[in-house]
């Protein structure tokens, strides 16, 4: 019960691939040509590659350094970014097929973010911008150095555990950004209930929900790794190389803040 459509095919039915294919048959010393070639690239295949991806990751990353210098010095572009980023972001995430200028202009919009955020917490906190720039490129090296060595994976029941867990954590950030800003400050801080110290201790609360969410931050750029090791290794086409590129960079923005966040909750 073949299929009768590779069986009308000279390259499936036995009677020579190659040879068959270009209606002649093929000198020794042209067979050893052909197959002596070297093996197309992934370039030439216009299939993801490792290499290509990391330019891209890269090249999103540069151009989020220089809209993080223009934010430096204008920290109001800091909510332009915020906004920005966030309708980018959530239009980046949620289409099928990768836009290039899309993810560019979202690695812009984070840009002004980041860059501003981290002008104003270094004006009230001095020192936090480097504290959070090593800690967070410190958590990304070991996260890659573990996942290249396999003894971190990402698996169906840590995912849904870490979906679980996300959504948990995105509500409580909702929750209290609306207390601040409509003025509920319960616990007398910068950080609305984060500023509180947990009952019996003088550890804030912050400190205890930013460790959980660098762990959760950790294992989502272990699930990044993980699109694109699957990505090389199913032959994805090239363009989702950017789609890679803007999943690390969401991650390493929000680990970033994250880290940010503690330092700055620990100085108070």
């Known amino acids: 019960m073949s299929n009768p459509a590779f069986n009308n095919s000279p390259v499936f039915n036995g009677r020579g691939g190659v040879a068959a294919a270009s209606g002649k048959g093929l000198s020794a010393t042209e067979l050893d040509e052909l197959y002596s070639r070297p093996s197309a690239t992934p370039e030439q295949t216009d299939r993801m590659s490792y290499e290509d991806t990391i330019v891209k990751t890269v090249g999103l990353f540069g151009v989020l350094l220089v809209t993080a210098a223009v934010g430096w010095f204008i920290p109001a572009l800091a909510i332009v970014g915020a906004i920005g980023g966030l309708i980018l972001g959530f239009v980046n995430a949620f289409k099928k097929q990768p836009s290039v200028p899309l993810i560019v202009a ?3 919009f984070e840009g002004l ?3 501003g955020i981290s002008s104003i917490f270094e004006a009230v906190w001095p020192g936090v911008v480097v504290q959070a720039t090593i800690a967070t490129v410190v958590t990304i090296a070991v996260v890659l150095a573990l996942f290249a060595s396999g003894k971190v994976r990402a698996s169906a029941k840590a995912t849904k555990v870490f979906l679980v867990a996300i959504i948990a954590y995105a509500l409580f950030s ?5 207390m601040m800003i409509f003025g509920a400050d ?3 801080g910068p950080f609305g209930l984060r500023s509180a110290d947990i009952p019996g201790t003088d550890i804030p609360f912050g400190i205890v929900i930013g460790a959980l969410a660098v762990l959760l931050a950790a294992y989502s750029l272990v699930l990044d790794f993980d699109f694109v090791k ?3 290794e199913s032959g994805a086409p090239r363009k989702f190389g950017w789609q890679a590129g803007f999943g690390i960079m969401v991650t390493v923005v929000w680990l970033y803040v994250e880290f940010l966040r503690i330092f700055a909750i620990a100085r108070d």
Request: no cysteine; charged share 5%; hydrophobic share 60%.
């Open 230 to 232: 699957r990505g090389v």
């Open 106 to 108: 979202y690695a812009a």
């Open 113 to 115: 973010f980041v860059g």
């Open 186 to 188: 319960i616990a007398g």
């Open 174 to 178: 909702l929750v209290n950004f609306g």
